[in-house]
């Protein structure tokens, strides 16, 4: 069996620094599955979540010897991630141009461009409307719910991940579920629809597919030198 293969995450990232050239390339497609979906869920564009990816691996490549240990190797990785992607959703926010693409279609309209599962066709309105509703969220709440209801991840995670307490995560979840209650109460069945059977804002949302794994082909050399990134991303000292 290949040494970094069996080799923890924390060790992987200490060869990293001590000059491995190979070890944070094992330690990014260990993890890459999860830190895309987090980063395409958090940005709900593909091009804009490769571009967040790369620039936070970037920066992770390169922070690795100031990382202290005081959490996971995975909880660093995604915090970085998450930052990544809220830095570009608050430039885009500052910067408006044209509406972004879903994230879900081919050039020519008629696929979903190889990264997640075609949705049936009575479902892609719905799952457009849910991510535009997401996409409608503060950024706290976006980033708290993407974790906790679209990825799964237990709160006690989330709350390190994004460096807040546990309460804090709990609060923006239940203020962006009730937000999106509001948002998705039309897609609700009609029998349920009365005026007692209002929406329930602690529930997790659902409506957004998962996605299969694999990453996009722009964030493959991470970890190499090859020089082809297209800017330096900020450093995450974290």
């Known amino acids: 069996m290949d040494g970094r293969a069996a080799a923890s995450d924390l060790e992987l990232l200490r060869a990293h620094v001590a000059g491995d050239r190979d070890a944070f390339t094992e330690l990014f497609h260990r993890h890459r599955d999860r830190l895309w979906a987090v980063a395409l869920r ?42 990544a992607c809220l ?41 457009l409307v849910v991510r535009e509703a997401l996409a409608a969220l503060p950024l706290e709440q976006r980033a708290a719910l993407v974790l906790v209801d679209v990825q799964g991840y237990p709160v006690a995670e989330v709350a390190r991940i994004l460096g807040v307490a546990e309460g804090t995560v709990k609060s923006r979840c239940a203020r962006g579920r009730a937000r999106l209650a509001v948002l998705l109460g039309h897609l609700r069945p009609a029998t349920v629809a009365t005026p007692s059977a209002r929406p329930d804002p602690t529930a997790p949302i659902t409506g957004v597919p998962g996605v299969t794994p694999g990453n996009p082909g722009p964030v493959e050399g991470v970890g190499s030198r090859s020089g082809r990134y297209r800017r330096d991303a900020n450093q995450e000292d974290t």
Do not use: K, M, Y
């Open 42 to 83: 958090t940005l709900g564009d593909r091009e804009e979540a490769a571009d967040a990816l790369q620039d936070a691996l970037l920066s992770a490549h390169r922070a690795a010897a100031r990382f202290r240990g005081d959490s996971a190797v995975t909880t660093w990785l995604h915090r970085i991630v998450v930052n």
């Open 87 to 127: 830095d570009r959703i608050r430039r885009r926010q500052a910067h408006p141009t044209v509406p972004l693409p879903d994230g879900n279609r081919a050039d020519d309209g008629s696929g979903t461009g190889g990264l997640e599962p075609a949705a049936p066709v009575t479902d892609h309105d719905t799952v």
